[in-house]
C-alpha cells in the first residue's frame, strides 16, 4: 500500500469515523429514550408526576371557590 | 406508553404548576405586608401550606421520573452500542469475505484471459501457482507474475510444452534475480531447450554463467539476453551450436560492439569465397589499401568467431577518411556495418584501458564449457534477492490473500458462499435502512409532538397570569381599605400592568394551531419568560427585564415599556406607609394614621 493510499485511506476512514460516531450516536440515543419510555418502571413514574399534577390542581381549585 | 411529546407537555406542566405557586407565594407576601387584621391571610396560609405540600411532592415526582428515564435511556443505549459493533464487525467481516470472494473470480479471469483456459483450468493452475508459493519463495513473487511467466514460456515454447507450476515459479524468481525480464529468460529456455539443454536447472545454471561473462567482459547482460532472444534461434540454427557455445558467442559479439545477429551475416559474407574476394578487391582498388580476409575466412570454418571477428577489425584497420563508395564496398566485403567496425576498436581500446582480464574471461569461458556452473548459480542467483523489502511485503501479502480467496473459493464452489453472504449482507443492510426510516418517522412525529406542546403553554401561561391579576387584584381591594390612596394608586399600577398584560396575551398568535392567547407568561421569581414559536423556545430574561407587547413592539427588541421605575416607586411607597412617614400624592399630604383610622370596621 503507497503512502497516497495510506493517506486516502485515513482520510476516508475519518471521514466516515466522524459522521457515523455523530449520526449513529444521535440514532441510538433516540431510540434508546424511545426504549427507555416504554420501560415499565419508567411508566409508573409518569403516571405518579400525573397524579401529582392533579394533586396540586385539586388544591388549586378547591381554594378558587 | 409514554410518548416523548407527553414528556414534554408534563415537563410544561409542572413548570406552569411551579409559576402559580410562586404567584400564590407573592400573594401572601403582599397580604402579610397589609399587616395581620387582614382576613384572608390565614386562608391563604392555609392554602400555601398544602400547596407547598403537592409542589414538593410534584418536584420530587418529575426528579424520580428523570432519574428512572435516565438510567434506562444510558442502559438501553449501552446496549444499542453493542449491539451495533456487533452489527459494524459482522458487516465489515462480510464484506472482507465478499471482496476475497471478488479477489478470486478476478485471479481466475485474470489466468483464463493470459493463458487462454477456460475457468476451472484457470482455476486448477492457480491453485498450482499458489501451492508452489510457499516459504521463501511465497516473499519472492506472486502469483500475478508466475501467470505471465508461464505464458511467456508457452510463447516461447510455441504452445508446444506443457510447463509445471513449480517450472514457472522457479524461472520467474531467476528472472528477477538476474535482472532480466520474464520474456527474456522464456525464450532463453526454449533456446537452450532447442540447443539440447532440456533441463531447467541447467538453462538457469547457463543464465547466471552468462551473466558472469557478460560482466567479465564488461558488456550489459540485458543487451547479451536481448541479442539471443532476437537471433538466438537463427544462429545456432546456422551454426549448429550448442547452447553453451550461443551464449559465449554473444557475450563475445557483444564485447567488441557487434550483435549476435552480425556474426552470423560476417560469417556467411565470408564463407562465399568468390564473392568475398571480389569485394575485397574492388575495395583494396577503390582505397588503395591492402586487406585480406582470408585468415578470417579461415577462423570461420574452423568455427573460432570470436576469431574471426578479431581478424575481421584488425584487417579493416583505420577507417577515418574513407568516401562513400569505398564505405560500401568495406561493407560488402565484410558483411557487417562499418560503423559497428569502428565500435569494436574503441571498445577493444576502452576494455584494455579498464583492465578486462582475457584470462578471467577464457576462465569463465572454460567453466561454462566444462558445465562447472555450480558456482555461477550461486553467485549470481542463489544470493540474490527478487524483490525489495516492500515487494516482499507485497507479495506476503498478495500470496495471503490470494491463499484465501483460494480456499473460499472452493467453499463457494460447493456451498454457494457468496450467495449466502450477499444475502445476509443484505439483510444487514435492510435492517439499518429500516432503523434509519423509523429515526426519520420519529423525529417528524417528535417535531409535531413539540408543536402541539407549544400550543398548550400560552393556555397554560394565561391561566398563571390571570391567577396572577386577580391576586393583583385581591391586594389592590385589601390595600385600598388598608393604605388608602397611595398604596391604592401603587398597586393599581402593577395591576393596571397585569390587566394589559394578560389582555395582550389574548392576542391571537400568528402560528397555525396555536389559541389566540398569546404566548407570554410572568414568572415572579425571575424575569418574564416568552414563548415563541417562531424561534422555537422558551426565552427567560433577567430580574431587571421587563415585557409589554403592541403592535409597535417586539420589532428589534430593547423597546417597549420599562415598568421598573414604577415598581420602584412602589416599593418605596410601601415602605413610606409602613413607617409612617408623611408622603405626598398628587399634591396631597397622607400618613398611615390618617388611612389607618378611615379602615372599615370588621376589617
Known sequence: MSKKQLKEGILDTAVKGVLGLWFGSKLIDRTAKKIAMKDPEVKQKVTELRDAIAEFDAIMAKYEK | MATESELNILKLQVEQREKAFALEEKMLESLTLQGKRTKGIAAQRKKMAELQKA?????????????????????????????????????????????????????????ANTMHLNVNEAKKLNKEILGQLKGEKALQTNMKDVVATQSALSDAYGGSMKFTAEQAVNLDIASKKLGISNT???????????TGESSQEVQI?????????????????????????????????????SGKELAIMAVQARKMGFELADVKSMSEGLLDVENRIEKQMKFNLLTGKNINLDKATALALEGDHAGMMKEVVKQAGNLDGLNQLEIKALNEA??????????????????????????????????IRDGQMDEFLAKEVDRQLAATAEERRENFENNMLDKAAQQLGNMDEA???????????????????????????????????????????????????????????????NSAVTFGVGAVIALAAAGIGAAAMYALMSKPVPTPKVTPSGDVGIDPNGGPVVMSPKEGGIFQGTKNDGVSMS??????????????????KMDELISAVKSGRVISVDGYQLNEAIHLEKTPAGV
Open chain 2, 55 to 111: 409542589n414538593n411532592k410534584m418536584k420530587s415526582k418529575q426528579l424520580e421520573l428523570e432519574v428512572s428515564m435516565s438510567a434506562e435511556m444510558e442502559r438501553q443505549a449501552k446496549k444499542m452500542k453493542t449491539q451495533a459493533m456487533l452489527l459494524g464487525g459482522l458487516q465489515k467481516a462480510i464484506s472482507k469475505i465478499q471482496d476475497l470472494s471478488k479477489r478470486f473470480s478476478e485471479n481466475t479471469r485474470a489466468t
Open chain 2, 184 to 194: 527474456q529468460a522464456a525464450q532463453f529456455s526454449s533456446l537452450m531447450f532447442a
Open chain 2, 415 to 477: 456451498n454457494n458462499l457468496a450467495l449466502i453472504l450477499q444475502g445476509i449482507q443484505m439483510a444487514i443492510q435492510g435492517i439499518m435502512m429500516f432503523q434509519g426510516i423509523a429515526a426519520m418517522v420519529k423525529a417528524r412525529s417528535e417535531q409535531q409532538a413539540a408543536r402541539a406542546a407549544a400550543a398548550q403553554t400560552p393556555k397554560l401561561a394565561a391561566e398563571a397570569s390571570l391567577r396572577a391579576a386577580s391576586a393583583v387584584s385581591a391586594i389592590t381591594t
Open chain 2, 551 to 568: 403592535p409597535s413592539h417586539g420589532t428589534k427588541g430593547g423597546g417597549g415599556m420599562n415598568i421598573q421605575p414604577l415598581i420602584r
Open chain 2, 205 to 241: 545454471q547457463l543464465m547466471a554463467a552468462t551473466k558472469t561473462l557478460a560482466k567479465a567482459s564488461g558488456v550489459k547482460f540485458d543487451a547479451v539476453m536481448s541479442d539471443i532472444a532476437s537471433s538466438g534461434k537463427d544462429v545456432a540454427g546456422y551454426f549448429g551450436t
Open chain 2, 334 to 367: 565484410l558483411g557487417v556495418d562499418i560503423m559497428k567496425l569502428k565500435n569494436a576498436e574503441a571498445l577493444r581500446e576502452q576494455k584494455e584501458a579498464q583492465g578486462i582480464s582475457a584470462a578471467s574471461i577464457a576462465e569463465t569461458e572454460k567453466m
